[in-house]
């Protein structure tokens, strides 16, 4: 997995926490022509493209697993020609 640690800092003091992704996906369905994409493309022509993830979290001898989301706008991506 990818190494999604984090620190906190609150009132109280810095609080490190370590995450591992355990699983992930990513949305590849911006180029797709199905009747759906047609529908969110005229919807929300910048729908972000999308990387999703399942993450254990580990900190003070506990554990947890939680999600994280990651997006990026589409004309920030550049992409191979084809």
Do not use: C
């Amino acid at each position: 997995g990818e190494d999604v640690s984090l620190v906190l800092e609150t009132a109280d003091g810095t609080v490190h926490i370590d995450g591992e992704t355990v699983f992930s996906t990513h949305d590849i369905h911006h180029d797709d022509d199905m009747y759906s994409m047609h529908a969110l493309k005229k919807e929300m022509p910048s729908f972000p493209a999308l990387q999703q993830a399942g993450v254990r979290y580990r900190w003070d001898g506990e554990q947890t697993f939680g999600m994280l989301e990651r997006s990026n706008p589409l004309d920030k991506i550049s992409r191979a020609p084809q």
